[in-house]
């Protein structure tokens, strides 16, 4: 807590006044009053006696709090306290607001019936507040006589309806007559061409600290320069925002992140504008405004850059690239993340961190990869402190120690619940000793399948469904993400399958196995409508081993089943779902050496394709249902009538 009776208000206050006399343009002063405070370098009036003070007491009915006090022994009063506050009360003109302003009443009509009571008290404010405000831009300024600290110190609300933003407290006084200064200083920071340098003690310590931060940031002290960029920042120091946004970018934070000051710049923009671009994207709904207005002062080629790299996010190809040996570990990393290794494509990028060089000197740390659609989803708040505590740019220090994997191994956290509690059920194929881009050969009828384009399976789904006319009923094809499962396995996952028909359902394990082995499993026990189900196939060299499927309260299987994999020992009494599928799960991954990437399947973009339909063809007498999507009416089949634009079945 401060001390503010201890506080040096004269030295305080005269510096302020020399900062404010020097950087004045001539002519731009209010008055003769002002003309004065430039001529005499002092913004305060003279000082307050006890006698003084003890009289403004006794008219209010209020001893002052100290930080005020201390104020008015030193100036009784202040001139341009902040940007919009002209004139300060002294010991005269304090007087109680008692709603003068109307505010009361606009606070308390916004008030829900759930309002607490310190949001009450807080609307109730502009009834029982000390109004500090004399001449001012339509800003208020009160003190609460009700907001009282252990020091007796009053709270101070700030307001001006042209913000349009709730009030703003201070814990005291002094701590708004600070946050004043800073107030000036910031927008003396950003005045015109052509006017004086605004250059003094305090900016020319202010701009020291910025560049020990930027060092500091670069020995991977990133906390200790967070801090001192904010200081800075706070007082429109040029460098500390875009500096202070390289490192909340990489702690995740996105909110009013913007390099001010850098992305506009051609020496940072192929690393600034890639994320900036890409947060725009993901929020603007195809309202490109916004983003002209952060790119205000760039020239025409920056800002076509900008649309383009736009354009490249949005339909997901743009790729990061890095020089030197960061950069070839940039493209190593992304080659193991686009087939679902994020740990390992993590620990590239930080192997080979200590090597990375900036595009200059504000330039504090790799973020051109947050906008690539493979390598961006590594990022996590963890992972993000890892990387910017690791020493880099040529800086020495001590590295971190290693964030945690993101990924547990095997398969029994499918059987947990997923961010959403969405995935219920799930269905994936395991092949042996073949490469992820080999899957769509086996899993499709077509010649020539290929992978569509790294990404969510939410984009998958919607852009499949754009391109869909026809929805059968028979017609099961699953839309599946493909990676590798461990060491010499792929797989193709599907998150989202349609309801599972046993007596139409056909495994795709044997025609997956030519030549090696493939596993099937598609789990249904969480689904919670309808029967839990659970289905398992091995199949080798395009023959099927042995198979079963848990449903309906029944065990049907087929071949010589492992002990390990034996559907007796987990559907005995079934009275805990969830802990069958688990031991099923570890039981398949002991069985076969296989996992799944967790953070790829749910956080990631992966590559995908469509596979054949897992439901046979119908047979004689056996009628389905097609929906056709033509001109926006609905076309039934085999006089099968579909209601609801849902596909009926035969």
Same mark, same amino acid.
Do not use: C
């Given at each position: ?6 506080? &040096? ?30 001529? &005499?370098? =002092? ?47 002294? *010991? ?8 003068? %302003? ?122 200790? *320069? ?11 120091? !040029? ?59 760039? &020239? ?10 736009? &354009? ?26 686009? =087939? ?59 590295? !971190?120690? !290693? ?8 398969? *029994? ?44 399976? =939410? ?123 688990? %031991? ?33 063809? !119908? ?32």
């Amino acid at each position: 807590m401060t001390d503010t009776t201890a506080f &040096d208000w004269r030295s305080f206050l005269l510096r302020w006044s020399g900062e404010w006399a020097d950087s004045l343009p001539d002519g731009e002063t209010r008055g003769e009053d002002d003309e004065a405070a430039r001529r &005499d370098r =002092w913004l305060g009036f003279p000082p307050a006696s006890e006698e003084r003070i003890a009289a403004m007491e006794e008219r209010l009915g209020r001893r002052m709090p100290p930080s005020y006090r201390e104020f008015l022994k030193v100036s009784d009063g202040w001139r341009h306290a902040g940007g919009f506050v002209w004139l300060l009360a002294g *010991a005269e003109d304090a007087r109680w607001h008692h709603n003068e %302003s109307g505010l009361a009443d606009m606070f308390e009509e916004y008030l829900d019936e759930d309002a607490g009571p310190e949001e009450r008290r807080e609307a109730d404010i502009w009834r029982r507040g000390l109004q500090l405000d004399v001449e001012s831009d339509i800003t208020h300024v009160l003190m609460d006589p009700e907001d009282v600290d252990e020091d007796g110190e009053w709270a101070v609300y700030t307001w001006a309806g042209w913000r349009a933003a709730p009030p703003e407290r201070y814990a005291n006084f002094l701590e708004f007559m600070r946050d004043m200064h800073r107030e000036f200083h910031s927008l003396r920071a950003h005045r015109s061409d052509g006017e004086p340098v605004f250059a003094n003690d305090t900016t020319r310590k202010l701009d020291a600290l910025v560049e020990e931060a930027r060092l500091e940031a670069l020995r991977g002290g990133w906390e200790r *320069a967070g801090t001192a960029l904010d200081e800075a920042k706070e007082y429109g120091r !040029p460098r500390a925002a875009g500096l202070g946004d390289q490192i909340r970018r990489l702690l995740g934070q996105t909110h009013m992140v913007y390099f001010d000051g850098l992305v506009t710049d051609p020496q940072y923009a192929p690393e600034l504008l890639p994320p900036l671009v890409a947060e725009h994207a993901a929020h603007s709904y195809r309202d490109d405004s916004t983003l002209t207005f952060h790119l205000r002062g760039a &020239d025409d080629d920056l800002v076509a850059l900008a649309y383009a790299t736009l &354009d490249r996010v949005r339909n997901g190809t743009y790729r990061y690239a890095a020089a030197g040996p960061f950069g070839e570990a940039v493209e190593r990393a992304r080659e193991l993340a686009r =087939w679902g290794d994020s740990d390992g494509a993590w620990r590239t990028l930080m192997s080979a961190l200590p090597l990375w060089e900036p595009l200059g000197p504000d330039h504090l740390a790799p973020l051109g990869w947050l906008a690539d659609p493979v390598l961006g989803p590594l990022l996590t708040e963890e992972r993000g402190r890892e990387l910017l505590s690791t020493p880099r740019g040529g800086q020495g220090g001590e590295a !971190p120690s !290693p964030a945690a994997g993101l990924d547990p191994g095997g398969l *029994a956290w499918l059987a947990e619940p997923d961010p959403g509690n969405n995935r219920t059920s799930y269905r994936f194929v395991l092949v042996e000793g073949v490469e992820p881009e080999e899957l769509p050969e086996r899993l499709t009828d077509g010649d020539g399948a290929v992978l569509n384009e790294p990404m969510t399976f =939410w984009e998958a789904r919607h852009r499949s469904r754009q391109n869909q006319r026809e929805f059968s009923s028979y017609d099961d094809r699953a839309l599946m993400a493909v990676g590798r499962a461990g060491t010499g396995w792929s797989f193709a996952f599907d998150d989202d399958p349609a309801p599972f028909h046993r007596r139409r359902f056909v495994s795709p394990a044997a025609a997956a196995s030519a030549g090696t082995r493939a596993v099937v499993v598609w789990s249904g026990l969480r689904t919670g409508h309808g029967e839990p189900f659970f289905h398992l196939s091995a199949a080798r060299d395009g023959a099927e081993q042995y198979a079963f499927t848990y449903a309906e309260g029944e065990i049907r299987k087929s071949g010589e089943i492992p002990r390990a994999l034996d559907p007796s020992r987990f559907f005995g009494g079934l009275e805990d779902v969830a802990e069958a599928e688990r %031991s099923l799960l570890e039981a398949v991954a002991g069985e076969f050496g296989a996992s799944l990437p967790r953070h790829a399947l749910v956080n990631g973009r992966l590559h995908t394709f469509a596979t054949r339909s897992w439901t046979r063809p !119908p047979g004689d007498g056996e009628t389905y249902a097609v929906i056709g999507m033509h001109w926006g009416a609905a076309r039934p089949a085999d006089g099968e009538r579909a209601e609801d634009g849902e596909p009926a079945e035969g």
